[in-house]
């Protein structure tokens, strides 16, 4: 109760009888002792309600800008995250919360899974959001992160979403080559990593397009119960539990790829390098390419983008319906390409 409301309180309720008191004692010898007896006694009284209010101001939030993180980081033991995501679900009670909102929880797949196979999945839990990647051979590609409380169809809209993405990119790393002059070594490098960068926005675009087996992960909200059940499931490497996790806004989820079997490790598909053509353009932007599950190798978990461009391109669109597709909270735009690893 703010101060101003106590004190108005105070009032009503001290200044009548004290009114009345002074009425009957207005005759009285004593009535200049008596008044000042009461100015003393209501002074103190409101003083002291001031001094109490005071102290008693709205706190604000106190975990602003606090952050939870859930899942794997660079140089991460994968076989040591999958046991301990293991043991935490086996612990978490089986009573469900007061909230009956049950706990939030982090899905990793054992391999990449198109969006129609999601929802024998994911189908009957919550969902808020799906994590996605184009493995492509030899090329670093963006994580991105897919709103999805409808599976599979948000996960679909989400995918068409990035491949109009990809495609402004491609077109704009093609009109950054194009306008590259002179014949020098580092003009033509710059060039060919522009060449570069365009095939691979134009891959992944038409993977996307084409609804692409590129979903590795989500985050989906259930009981102790459900959770476990999900974990049984053939398609399933792992639950993680994260009951700590009420606000999805100050969290990151840090997802390992399929491909990551020992150590956490940026993402670079294994797999040759695909040479550029007569013309100048690299074999992935002639093709569609379709990325399968099996593709596997050691790489980064999915907080870090990690995409093929050498220069940022520009911003995603804003909140379109469905909501919009997210790349990583770690960078905002494409990053140089670094070799595959050996």
């Known amino acids: 109760m703010r101060s101003g409301d106590l004190l108005r309180q105070l009032d009503q309720r001290l200044l009548p009888p004290l009114t009345r008191a002074v009425a009957r004692l207005g005759d009285s010898s004593s009535r200049s002792g008596v008044l000042s007896w009461a100015a003393l006694v209501s002074s103190a009284a409101v003083l002291a309600t001031a001094v109490w209010a005071s102290g008693d101001a709205p706190v604000g939030d106190r975990t602003v800008g606090e952050v939870t993180r ?5 140089g991460d033991s994968v076989p040591g995250y999958l046991r301990s995501a293991a043991a935490d679900l086996a612990a978490l009670p089986t009573a469900v919360p007061t909230s009956g909102d ?50 599979p169809e948000d996960v679909v809209a989400g995918m068409a979403q990035v491949a109009v993405r990809k495609d402004t990119e491609a077109a704009d790393y093609r009109a950054r080559a194009a306008s590259v002059s002179g014949d020098g ?3 033509r490098e710059l060039r060919e990593r522009y060449v570069s960068g365009a095939a691979v926005a134009a891959a992944e675009a038409a993977a996307y397009r084409t609804g692409c087996a590129c979903v590795y992960a989500a985050v989906v909200r259930a009981t102790p ?34 491909e990551q079997r020992d150590v956490v490790r940026p993402p670079a598909d294994n797999g040759p390098t695909p040479e ?22 050691s790489s980064e978990p999915a907080p870090v983008v990690t995409n093929s461009s050498p220069e940022p391109s520009s911003a995603e669109p804003s909140e379109p319906a469905p909501p919009p597709v997210t790349t990583s909270p770690d960078a905002d735009g494409p990053v140089p390409l670094a070799p595959a690893p050996s």
């Open 276 to 297: 550029a053509t007569p013309d100048g353009r690299d074999e992935l932007a002639t093709s569609t390419p379709v990325p399968s599950a099996s593709v596997g190798e």
């Open 102 to 151: 049950g706990t939030y929880a982090l899905v990793t797949l054992e391999a990449y899974l198109p969006p129609q196979r999601l929802a024998a999945v994911l189908g009957d839990v919550s969902v808020s959001t799906v994590f996605g990647r184009v493995p492509l051979p030899g090329r670093q590609t963006e994580i991105v992160k897919v709103p999805a409380l409808r599976v």
């Open 225 to 258: 119960g459900e959770l476990r059940g999900v974990a049984a499931r053939p398609d399933v490497r792992a639950v993680d539990p994260a009951p700590e996790v009420y606000r999805l806004e100050r969290t990151v989820f840090t997802p390992p790829l399929p």
């Open 70 to 74: 859930v899942g794997v980081v660079d």
């Open 185 to 187: 070594a580092a003009e």
